[in-house]
């Protein structure tokens, strides 16, 4: 198994030219690549950076005033980054200058919920009760649900009736279904009312309702009717009555639907909010599109970390060490079973590898090519079913693409492999062909399994996203090492 | 080498207890972790088949009328959604019919490019300039960038002087800018008029435009002032000049600025739509929310393609075979360098492997468990870059937490590992040793290798995604087995 002294010496003249110019063609496809995508810039950028220093630096100061002026002028989203920037002494110290401002309840439901469980520890629970008042009521029920349970019950039993159960009636949903979304603040109007008169009550209107564009129409005890935007209220003569000029054909949700469809009509759809419905058609709430992104942004990142085997929690950074390995250990373990059954079938073949003990180099390899194209074809087909475009009907047209995807690559980088292991060892003649073929075998087998798993996942109602990563490449190096020596035992006729 | 008869029958009766209890642990908590997650459903769920059967059994029967009905009542993004599940001849015969209707502007913006390329082929520039003059100007340019340039050419010739212009002057803008995505019809008017004559203007406006409920207020020759919502319009007396009653603290993006960023500004701050200024801070249109939808989901799929090293086209499903095979093979041409650089090193160490030939057996283990602790690491960060939880100002912070994760790790399946080779394998008696420490020393790496590189990449202003799963990998294969075999030669003093 020693190494031939010059590796590409034995090539014929063309084909060294070959394989320099693959390299030449990927290297310039790479950079090409890399070069495009470095307009991205970071979602914060330099202004974030600016904001953050300069609360550092009047926190450092003791510069409460100046802190102040500044707070006033930020957005309560922009704090909450900061917040999460800042170490645990300089949190306490700023929060303390927030609490004297109007913008409390809404810093509060911007932070992340690791940072506001910290923050809380040190407030009353009656001070929270007169920031809550000010706060809407679906932005309360998420702030109780983060909250410790004890210290939640304590506020409520503060609060004052009338709002405690309008955020009874919230909690009472899951918080990732339309009823958990949805803000009971709205606007909305019998359908026997003529469009003169609705004008008059929205100007009349003083509270503050979300998504104050559409003017929903109910009727009989609050059924949804319809829909009519205030611009379309505007344009008709006082006198008509509303459910004669409403849009009676209104895309609604009930109070159970998941997020995820929710997000779904509203994407699909392109509108700006959608009325939440209950068992009675009696329209309880609307889920507004501000929502809606968080839901599409939070979504991302799960299957993000699902596939990695790393959990679901998209606040795994501010967690501790002990919680994040927690959190991964489980996933790790299943590829620590995979590459101890892939230690066994090696030690099974023991005998052929004493004979050509060239056959260990290649096993990184071998289940190297394997697992990065079936990563590929996961990736590939997890995002696809996400967004609409795999046909769950036609699942074997999917996998046939993918297994001529990898018999295509796998052809090509076997060969290269196989050509390498001809020239490259000298000791025993079939050794190329038993590597290239391998490649070509395993790579085909790794895009097929990498396309099967996330699709036989989806079909037994699991998320297709979850842990396929590790649970893949642990699938390849089994499968591949046992392939490349049943073909190196039989070929090498060991 | 050979395997000893009873595995475990070397172990103390405790022991052995300890590993079941690891085993129950990890599993029970795998089982919840897949039940937790199974409610999710599919984005288009049995309405969506519901509709697609539909629309091939009236295709079939050639019941042109009732599909015409049928698509009648159908959302043309629901539509767009059903054509990518047709067979080739299905989308020509269906699309006759959607050719007969209203909604075809509407469904040619909706659909996938690359069925609209295969669509229009068989248009006259004529007819599709019919289609165009019924669509928004926006829409128009994307769907000329989206056609061969010759077709798209022929087309602008043929459209009104007016309407090429106003499109002209969008297409000059890259697509993933403000300029790119913005709309030009929006309400805007002198903040000198009284909020009286703008409810008439409003009233009066026939035309649709988006997003319809901000009306943006000017002044000099059109820079922007303020903006006002119409039902703040409603609520002052009509004598009022909009230049006093307007909220002119209003956020703005310039025609340059990139797609993130305004997902970031209508994500951050919770609004409907963004302002596009020009460099005279002229106001030349409007980005809508449900365009940014439509970015952000496209930019965690590309995301999710590169980090996977699969190009960053989310219609990859929809492209030929050699396409598909053509965009992933760069990357796995990296990942074939790697393994080729561990098998010079495996054969470095030709000696060591003769004498232990056990050492063979570990690699995939060793390498393994590497690499999916490395991509964790890697998922975390790159997924923190990109919801800016992430503080790229202390790097060493979150480096050596991912250290202290990758150590702990490391430890317990290191131990595992160690355990079992010395028991399984009597041959020699530091196995154990070598293996758990290099199972220890491999993951802690990783999880800091996996750490640093989207890190690194990013502070290099490159994408921290850009195929970092396969750079990792093979990074931790080379790594991994350079290491691997320098520990067994210290510890086995081969």
Redesign the interface.
Known sequence: ???EPGLFGYLPERYNIAIQY??FL?LT??VH??KE?????????NE??VL?DTVRRLNRRGAVAHLLKLLLKT?P??MA?VF??LSFAERKKVFNVIAQTDMVGDFLSEI?QAILLEIVQDLTPKYLVAVISEMASDDVADLLEALPEEMANEIRQLMVKEDREEVDELMQYHPETAGGLMSPDFMALDGELSAGDA?KI??ERSEESEM??YLYITHGDGQLAGVI???EL??HPPYRQLKNIMNSNVTSVTTDT?Q??VA?V???????AVPVVDSNYNLVGIVT??D???V??EE??E??????????D?????KS??D??LT?????????V???M???I??FF?DE??KV??L??????????G???A??S???I?????????????LSK?IF?EM??GL??GT??GL??GL?AFFGYAETQYLGLVVGFSVLFVMTMAATVGTFVPLIL?RL???AA?AT??FV??SI?ILG?LAYFLIAKSLLNL
Chains 1, 2 share one sequence.
């Open positions: 198994m020693t190494l693959n390299v990927s496809s790479l690549f890399m995508t470095t307009f991205k810039r970071e979602m914060i950028g974030g950076m953050l957005h989203a922009d980054w999460r920037h992340d004008i929205v100007q104050s564009f935007s205030l611009r505007l344009l998941n995820d469809e779904h509203i994407s699909q759809y392109n509108i700006l599109v501000d809606i992104i968080d599409i942004r991302a990142t299957d993000f970390l699902r596939m990695a085997g790393a959990g679901k998209s606040e795994i950074l501010l060490t002990m994040n390995a991964r250990a489980p996933w790790l373990f299943a590829s620590w995979g590459g101890v892939a230690m066994f090696i030690t023991h590898l004493q003990l060239a260990a180099a290649f096993i990184p390899i071998v289940i190297g090519m697992g990065n194209i990563t590929q996961s990736t590939i997890i995002r696809g079913i996400a967004t609409g475009r795999v046909n769950m009907q036609e999917v693409k001529r995807v295509i690559l090509v980088y290269f492999l390498l989806k109602n699991f998320d979850i990563g590790p490449t642990t190096d090492v």
